[in-house]
Nanobody, 114 residues
Framework: VQLQASGGGLVQPGGSLRLSCKVS????????LAWFRQAPGRQRERVAR???????LYSDSVAGRFTISRDNAEKTAYLQMNSLKSEDTAAYYC?????????WGQGTQVTVSS
């Protein structure tokens, strides 16, 4: 099983980034997909989740600014991040989960700074 996250980088406040998470080795359509983030010295937190039936859930800190989506044909999850703030700076991780099964991708760094 592999989850390959990409799309991070340096962006100015107010800017946008789109993260991608390419998944292989699982029956993709069955899995819920989520994006987490972890800033230095802080606990990892979930920011968005999308179910196999495309139901979306967001943390209060990103609701209205971030959008999670999935492309089942491409076996890829996305996180569109708009109106980025300095407090969004963190390593972002994707996760696939189904019942007791869970798999993590490596982090992709997002830095919001002028």
């Amino acid at each position: 099983v592999q989850l390959q996250a990409s799309g991070g980088g340096l962006v100015q406040p107010g800017g946008s980034l789109r993260l991608s998470c390419k998944v292989s080795g699982i029956q993709f359509t069955m899995y819920n997909l989520a994006w987490f983030r972890q800033a230095p010295g802080r606990q990892r937190e979930r920011v968005a989740r999308i179910s196999g039936t495309f139901n979306e859930l967001y943390s209060d800190s990103v609701a209205g600014r971030f959008t999670i989506s999935r492309d089942n044909a491409e076996k890829t999850a996305y996180l569109q991040m708009n109106s980025l703030k300095s407090e969004d700076t963190a390593a972002y991780y994707c996760k696939a989960e189904w019942g007791s099964y869970e798999y993590w991708g490596q982090g992709t760094q997002v830095t919001v700074s002028s």
